[in-house]
């Protein structure tokens, strides 16, 4: 049996520079913008561009997830959708403003509040849009089409007014109901935090605790919440631990 020899692949190839070829017929030939254009024999397939928060720079990481997000509005256009992707961009919240406190050195509400809460939105605003540049660069890089020219952003007033309206609909159609959830809150901030910010932050650090021990008075009746009664025995105590140990000298009560 003779073996069979195959020309060898030759390295060096220069991948990075096939990909912006394709990019740049895209862009000439109007690819993404002719796939809206074209006529969609099974309608519309609604696509929602879950915004990305832009205060910070895009990482592998949210490569995968744009790839992956640009694999099913692609399958149903070949299957006859029209999906209309509009970007969107996330600008508000905790993320951001941490971001502008890191960058004006600040550790506090105070210092935001001295600073002037106008001029510090607008450094917000700064910030949210050189994030933003970098996420359309990469975002073109990677051949993920969206529509970018026309993206939300949540800052906007017709983007929070839409909110406000959407809520009212709710509220008229009785879909909406009062209801108490215990939330994390931030001192620091005067907020409650969502689960992503507690999660973005969190740190492991260590408590100040004690154990204390309140002794019972011997023979003194014990009555228990089902109504029976006991006497207190000798060397009775009841064990307490506190995260606030400096509070132990204003205590006057022991609540079992």
Request: glycine share 8%; with cysteine.
């Amino acid at each position: 049996m003779t073996s069979q020899r195959f020309p060898e692949v030759p390295g060096g190839y220069p991948f990075p520079e096939l990909e912006r070829e394709v990019l740049r017929r895209w862009e000439r030939e109007r690819v993404f913008e002719r796939t809206l254009e074209k006529p969609a024999e099974n309608g519309e397939f609604v696509f929602y561009e879950g915004p990305p928060t832009a205060n910070n720079v895009p990482h592998v990481g949210h490569v995968v997830t744009r790839v992956i997000k640009d694999l099913f509005p692609r399958y149903r256009t070949m299957r006859g959708y029209r999906v209309a992707r509009k970007a969107g961009w996330d600008t508000h919240g905790l993320p951001v403003e941490i971001e502008v406190e890191k960058a004006l050195g600040f550790s506090g509400k105070e210092q935001i509040e001295e600073y002037g809460i106008a001029e510090f939105n607008a450094r917000c605003l700064e910030s949210v849009h050189r994030y933003e540049r970098q996420w359309r660069a990469m975002s073109e890089r990677v051949g993920y089409w969206i529509d970018l020219e026309r993206a939300y952003y949540t800052y906007a007033n017709r983007y929070v007014e839409s909110v406000w309206w959407s809520l009212a609909r709710l509220w008229r159609q009785g879909l909406l109901e009062e209801g108490y959830k215990i939330q994390p809150y931030c001192a620091r901030c005067g907020t409650t935090l969502s689960s992503h910010e507690v999660a973005q932050n969190y740190q492991d650090t260590d408590d100040p605790s004690v154990w204390v021990l309140f002794p019972v008075l011997a023979g003194q009746q014990v009555e228990t919440v089902d109504g029976e009664s006991w006497e207190a025995p000798e060397d009775l105590h009841l064990v307490a631990w506190t995260t606030t140990p400096w509070t132990l000298t204003g205590h006057t009560g022991l609540a079992v």
